[in-house]
């Protein structure tokens, strides 16, 4: 189980459907509200059957005492892995809840594991439990999904309206149909850490946000370094670098944050105003990244080199630019550790930007 969980594969949780999880959390709370204490071995499966799929074993453990310890050991390695996400806070709660029990009945938290749990109050213990399952079914619930991106799946009325108002006030390249797929895959992925390489004035960024917001938990970092001396730093073609040594970055950047405030997203949207090769360390993973930064064969190849790493395996990828003579070094690159899901053309047939499912 370790090895699994060291390899990043803690996402197999996501193959669980939602609807059972709320189904099971549903008989752990009848059970606890019709029997309490008394509902103990009622309660055992479903509460297992919750974290089986975090744990990565099926076998279920022998007893509530056994059931905390497989909770105190998944909850040891999603704060290990998923250091600073929302998983790995419910994780840290499961620890707070053993702790309590443990301490209510005079124990240290690993006295309790080994206790003979005839000797613990049987209300505390079935609380004890319905506290880890709660934990449980929230972890599963912000696990990423690794379901497809469905084209056709509808998107809620505030985040059309935020990509509405993003083409209306911000400057980019995003298409709406590019801005559409980036929103459903957020929706339908639930990824807990989103980077985009090249904001520019945040086109591309709000409807990752917008989604983000709709879902109730993960962050966008957006690194952008607003800065010619970055942007040109590695050389594309005369006319590209002309223009970008040219344009009011002031001004690109000022709109943006006066939007994300504007906008209320300031809780979902991280900015990083920095180069991305500086920035790269900040990460220890990535579910969600989008590549639009540098177009210079060094800078695109650099980018797909320091950030496709730190994705976790089944995350997504968007390159933008795939066509690019400068860009295509780096797309085979990506290619040799990602399998494409999606292309974008552009106006004359030409694939403009892929979407990636990392190996
Ligand atoms: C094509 S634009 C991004 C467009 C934006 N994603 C959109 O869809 O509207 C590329 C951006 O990357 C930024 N950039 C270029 N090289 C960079 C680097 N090494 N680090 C950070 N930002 C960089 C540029 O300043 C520019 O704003």
Same mark, same amino acid.
């Given at each position: ?163 509405? !108002? ?11 149909? !590019? ?73 690109? !950047? ?103 499912? !990392?190996?």
């Amino acid at each position: 189980m370790t090895e699994l969980a060291r390899n990043g594969r803690m996402i197999a949780v996501a193959e669980r459907d939602q609807a059972a999880v709320a189904g099971l959390l549903a008989q752990i709370q009848d059970a606890h509200s019709r029997g309490g204490g008394s509902a103990l071995q009622q309660m055992m499966p479903p509460a297992w059957a919750l974290l089986a799929p975090v744990a990565l074993t099926p076998e279920a453990p022998n007893g509530p005492l056994g059931l905390f310890s497989a909770a105190d050991l998944v909850s040891g390695l999603l704060t290990e892995h998923f250091p600073g996400t929302a998983r790995a806070e419910r994780a840290q709660e499961i620890r707070t809840h053993i702790r309590r029990l443990a301490e209510a009945a005079g124990l240290s938290p690993m006295a309790l594991l080994t206790a003979d749990e005839r000797n613990l109050d049987p209300q505390a213990l079935s609380d004890t439990l319905a506290s880890i399952a709660r934990c449980a079914a929230d972890i599963v619930r912000l696990s990423p999904l690794r379901q497809e991106v469905a084209l056709d799946m509808p998107l809620p009325s505030g985040v059309s309206e935020l990509i509405e !108002k993003a083409e209306a006030q911000l400057q980019g390249w995003c298409s709406r149909e !590019k801005a559409e797929y980036l929103a459903r895959a957020v929706l339908s992925q639930r990824p807990e850490i989103c980077v985009e390489i090249g904001v520019f004035g945040g086109r591309s960024l709000i409807p990752c946000a917008a989604a983000l917001r709709e879902l109730g938990s993960g962050e966008i970092y957006g690194i952008e370094s607003w800065s010619p001396q970055v942007s040109v730093e590695f050389n594309t073609s005369a006319v590209n670098d002309v223009w970008w040594r040219d344009i009011d970055y002031g001004a690109i !950047k000022e709109n943006f944050l006066r939007f994300l405030v504007d906008e209320r997203l300031m809780r979902e949207v991280r900015v990083i105003e920095s180069s991305s090769q500086r920035s790269s360390q900040m990460f220890d993973r990535i579910d969600f990244l989008h590549i639009d930064g540098g177009h210079s064969t060094y800078g695109s190849s650099e980018d797909v080199i320091l950030y496709v790493r730190k994705v976790v395996p089944g995350g997504i990828v968007v390159f933008d630019d795939v066509n690019w003579a400068t860009t295509t070094p780096a797309r085979l690159i990506l290619e040799a550790v990602c399998d494409p899901i999606h292309t974008f053309y552009d106006e004359a047939g030409q694939p403009a930007c892929m979407a990636f499912r !990392k190996r």
